[in-house]
């Protein structure tokens, strides 16, 4: 059961565009929500990471939304560049040190 | 910022043997590792976690006695894939808990022949 769903599947962005990716989750007692970027042959890199008690977080060209009583969460990526085109997951867990349960994944291409 | 060195990062093996995987956290202590099986184009997939010095708790399908967890110390955890067959044959990517969040090590692709 996948108790972090993900979309799109895909994402094609035009270079300087907006990438948007959504994920939802149920679990309440989730309270760790981080974004991986993922390139092809490596591990997951952490993005960006936020808890249930800010409803934005900004890192540089990343923004995460998390709406709480919708149980959805964002990666907003402004300006997206060709080095962007990746994998992005989303994840959740329960509390630190407890294991991730991550999103389906997205694939982004940034187009030149 | 906190490193986990995963090696091998690329392993051919023939079936039937056995292949070693360790990560080791450089700069900070892993209390709890976590191991992943990833297809391709696929979402990562728990195997199983450890903490350190206790036996490892293991995800509802996956043989513990196929893949064999050790975290003897706060520094390094190894999987062992046992009699290793083609179906085997996947990305493993480890995770450490430890210095205040989640660090990945760079993956193994394994392939079994």
């Known amino acids: 059961q996948q108790q972090v769903k993900q979309s799109p599947q895909s994402l094609i962005v035009q270079k300087g565009g907006i990438s948007i990716i959504n994920c939802a989750y149920e679990?309440?007692?989730?309270?760790?929500f981080p974004w991986y970027q993922q390139f092809p042959g490596k591990g997951p890199a952490l993005l960006i990471a936020?808890?249930?008690?800010?409803s934005e977080k900004k890192e540089g060209r990343f923004t995460i939304s998390f709406n709480k009583s919708a149980k959805q969460f964002s990666l907003h990526i402004m300006d997206s560049q060709p080095g962007d085109s990746a994998t992005y997951f989303c994840?959740?867990?329960?509390?630190?040190?407890?294991?991730?349960?991550f999103g389906k994944g997205t694939s982004l291409l940034v187009t030149p | 910022g906190a490193v986990v060195s995963q090696h091998p990062s690329r392993v051919i093996c023939k079936s039937g043997t056995s292949v070693k995987i360790e990560c080791r956290s450089l700069?900070?202590?892993?209390?709890?590792m976590f191991w992943y099986r990833q297809f391709p184009k696929k979402s990562l997939m728990l195997m199983a976690t450890?903490?350190?010095?206790?036996?490892?708790?293991?995800e509802q399908g996956v043989e513990k006695d196929k893949f064999l967890i050790n975290h003897a110390s706060l520094t390094l955890s190894t999987l062992t894939v046992t009699s290793a067959h083609p179906e085997d044959s996947s990305f493993y990517i480890c995770?450490?808990?430890?210095?205040?969040?989640?660090?990945f090590g760079s993956g193994t692709r394994l392939t079994v022949v």
């Open positions: 995770s450490a808990w430890g210095g205040g969040g989640y660090t």
């Open positions: 679990n309440t007692a989730f309270d760790y």
């Open positions: 936020i808890r249930p008690d800010v």
């Open positions: 994840a959740a867990s329960p509390n630190s040190g407890y294991a991730l349960n």
């Open positions: 700069d900070f202590q892993a209390t709890t």
């Open positions: 450890s903490n350190e010095g206790s036996k490892a708790t293991y």
